[in-house]
């Protein structure tokens, strides 16, 4: 299975390594896209690579999303950072996660806009979500209780762009952190 834990030297704990289409699948509830869609894993020497891709339909609708079930992963302790690293293709489609904490609340993590060639690391902030669900619309930033359990992964493809092709390498995460088990439940002292 491609998800799996382990620390690497810069004491981060890999959560996922996208080198199967078949353990990320393309959610056809979540999807707006019209066009066609692929997925594929690709060698590029340094790693395998899954290559997300999108040739819009000529009635697409502007804002198109393609999501991608993500296996179930929770991560507990004290994480700090989120790092994707992608191979960028330049079509500034935006890259974000979906994700709940021990209290059920919901949050998105947003890696910004894929507006480069190449590889490069896209880093979310664990303790700062951008977007938060929850019964208490009031409560715009309330805080993250670990363990959180990742969810889905968002690829929001640029209005502009006739075609994309974004490649996602791995998923970890920075911090004194450590792989939970897998599915929220609620921990007795919240």
């Known amino acids: 299975m491609s998800a799996w834990a382990r620390r690497s030297a810069d004491m981060s704990l890999l959560l996922y390594k996208f080198d199967s289409a078949d353990?990320?699948?393309?959610?056809?509830?979540?999807?707006?896209?019209?066009?066609?869609?692929?997925?594929?894993?690709?060698?590029?020497?340094?790693?395998?690579?899954?290559?997300i891709c999108l040739a819009r339909h000529p009635d697409e609708v502007p804002d198109t999303?393609?999501?991608?079930?993500?296996?179930?992963?929770?991560?507990?302790?004290e994480p700090e950072r989120l790092e994707l690293t992608v191979h960028g293709d330049g079509s500034r489609c935006r890259l974000s996660i979906d994700a709940s904490d021990a209290r059920g609340i919901g949050f998105s993590?947003?890696?910004?806009?894929?507006?480069?060639?190449?590889?490069?690391?896209?880093?979310?902030?664990?303790?700062?979500?951008?977007e938060v669900w929850d019964e208490c619309q009031h409560n715009h930033r309330p805080?993250?209780?670990?363990?959180?359990?990742?969810?889905?992964?968002?690829?929001?493809?640029?209005?502009?762009?006739?075609?994309?092709?974004?490649?996602?390498?791995?998923?970890?995460?920075?911090?004194?952190?450590?792989?939970?088990?897998?599915?929220?439940?609620?921990r007795k002292d919240l």
């Open 65 to 77: 999303v393609i999501v991608l079930a993500l296996p179930l992963v929770a991560v507990d302790g």
């Open 23 to 51: 353990d990320f699948p393309v959610l056809d509830s979540y999807t707006t896209a019209r066009g066609v869609i692929s997925s594929h894993v690709e060698d590029r020497g340094d790693g395998s690579v899954l290559r």
């Open 109 to 130: 993590y947003s890696f910004g806009q894929v507006d480069f060639m190449g590889k490069r690391t896209c880093r979310a902030d664990v303790c700062k979500p951008d």
């Open 143 to 186: 805080q993250v209780t670990p363990p959180i359990q990742l969810l889905r992964l968002r690829i929001h493809f640029n209005r502009s762009a006739a075609q994309a092709s974004v490649g996602l390498v791995a998923l970890s995460v920075t911090g004194n952190a450590h792989r939970g088990a897998s599915g929220i439940a609620k």
